[in-house]
């Protein structure tokens, strides 16, 4: 891959170049690819760097991709669909930063299947009043969760305050049944820790707890791949922890500057993330348990979405007291 321009600053405050940042995914090449391996990705560009004052969130494939770079068509939840850069080669990851991609942003999908993803995320976003600690608090909880269900997840900082966790599962399910197993989970960890984790749409009934963000897992909505740059300026990195590490960790000790050390020395947490893909099956009984024994059905999605089959009202719960009609929010402001 060229560099052009090489010696703009991406990440001016921490003095990192377009050559240092192709030079970090170079050296980072086998673990950063195997989280995006053959899955259609989003790009966040910032063309003059971080500072310059341009920045678009790309999801079509721009022009100008090298004739050996894949894209891969996706269905958005409109219907419509589009073609978007499919990462099939480590080469590829180094052209997005020649287009000044600071964030990549994959499906949860493999290109030979857009529809069906073979990745359950779990977003843990902490609320006002909570941080990286209580992030990690409800991450072990759900550790326990899935050692009960025989499912092994996998654990990365989102490279901001929040916790990814990932799950590899066959694909065999659909987007909506993938989010129905994400609210099963968020329910059982709500039912474990009341005070600490919370499944509410709505800002106004969060209170200081980890939002479980369920809707990260509908159609269209990514999650920073592993080892990906954040665009900050000290340009941290969503990193793959191991459980045992979590306890030692604060997400500002992983950057383009730490991480290739960590990863020569220490290998890839997720090395193996692909060796078990595991059945949803065992969460979509609790989520229809939930619905059978508790009258816990879906949740609202996000407000950019075509209104979902079954899907609650989208009203947030004190406009709905006022008006008393529950018409639907056209703020659709929950986040
Ligand atoms: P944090 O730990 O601070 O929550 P995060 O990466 O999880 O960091 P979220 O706001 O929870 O950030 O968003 C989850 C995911 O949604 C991101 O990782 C990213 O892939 C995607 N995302 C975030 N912002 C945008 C955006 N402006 N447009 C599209 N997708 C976005
Ligand atoms: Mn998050």
Redesign the pocket.
Known sequence: MRISSPDKPLFPEAGITKLDLATYYAGVADAVFRGLADRPV?LNRFPDGLDGGKSF?TKAAPKGMPDWAATARVTFPSGRTGDEVCITEAATILWTVQMGALEL?PWPVRRADTDHPDELRI?L??QPGTDFSEAAQVAREAHAVFEELGIRPYLKT???????LLVRIEPRWTFVEARRAVIALGRELERRRPELVTTSWWKEERGERIFI?FN?MARD????AAYST?ARPQATVSMPLRWSDLADVEPSDFTVRTVPALVAENGDANAEIDDVAHSLEPLLEMAERDEKDRGLGDLPYPPDFPKMPGEPMRVQPSKARHNGKGEKDSEGKAR
């Open positions: 989003a969130f942003h977003d976003d902490p989102s490279g901001g305050r929040g916790l990814h963000d990260q909505r990514m999650t920073v954040r």
